[in-house]
């Protein structure tokens, strides 16, 4: 069964302090994994699509990369406005449909 | 240009009541799903469409949920004989049909079902 697992499930930052959320997937081939941002009360922010293992995608503070069994999403001096929960999504050869992980809370104080 | 919308944003109603949700897609996506995020759990997929047929219903959870979709656009998802369980965010996605394109989320709607 495919499946996507998170952690951790909440992470506490000082800004400035970076860190990496984990993405640790099985699935029965891999179309693509996605790298989502959601805010409270509204729906998912596309923002990053991997394809292949060891493919690196970059964008502001952000920077995912992925692996055969696992994506970490690394974020380099985050500040304030970097606060959302991060969700990770597999999409299978054989689908079209997401299949989420429960997502990281990132918090980041000044 | 304009995203996905959906309507109503909040939706609450009694046990046993009919509910529908409405999706309007981003102009010229033609696939589309629906998902439903439960409080602290992660989103899970409903169902897919793509045009007006829908090749994925794998993961709407009783019989009580269907969906359809007219002209390639809008669709309604209705819910019949509403359970307290069924309450939840609802969410809308569309992408081109191109195999792992990003799918573009609606902003929800909330039901609950009291």
């Known amino acids: 069964e495919d499946q996507v697992t998170q952690s951790p499930e909440a992470l506490r930052l000082q800004e400035g302090e970076s860190s990496s959320l984990n993405c640790s997937y099985t699935?029965?081939?891999?179309?693509?994994l996605f790298w989502y941002r959601q805010d409270p009360g509204k729906g998912p922010e596309f923002l990053f699509t991997?394809?292949?293992a060891g493919e690196e995608k970059e964008k502001e503070r952000l920077k995912a990369t992925l692996t055969k069994k696992e994506s970490f999403l690394h974020i380099t001096a985050p500040k304030p406005e970097d606060s959302a929960t991060y969700l990770c999504a597999v999409q299978a050869f054989n689908t079209d449909k997401l299949i989420f992980g429960t997502g990281t809370r990132l918090q980041v104080f000044p | 240009g304009a995203g996905v919308s959906q309507s109503p944003s909040n939706k609450v109603t009694e046990k046993g009541k009919d509910v529908e949700l409405r999706c309007d897609p981003i102009s010229g996506h033609t696939a589309l799903y629906w998902y439903r995020q439960s409080l602290g759990q992660g989103l899970e997929f409903l169902i897919y469409?793509?045009?007006?047929?829908?090749?994925?219903k794998s993961g709407l959870p009783s019989d009580r949920f269907s969906a359809e979709r007219t002209g390639g656009s809008v669709s309604t998802l209705t819910i019949q004989r509403t359970q307290q369980e069924d309450s939840a965010v609802y969410l809308c996605?569309?992408?081109?049909?191109?195999?792992?394109?990003?799918?573009?989320f609606g902003p929800g709607t909330r039901l609950t079902v009291t």
């Open positions: 991997l394809y292949s």
């Open positions: 699935v029965s081939g891999l179309r693509g």
């Open positions: 469409f793509q045009g007006n047929s829908a090749p994925d």
């Open positions: 996605a569309s992408s081109l049909e191109v195999a792992g394109a990003r799918q573009y």
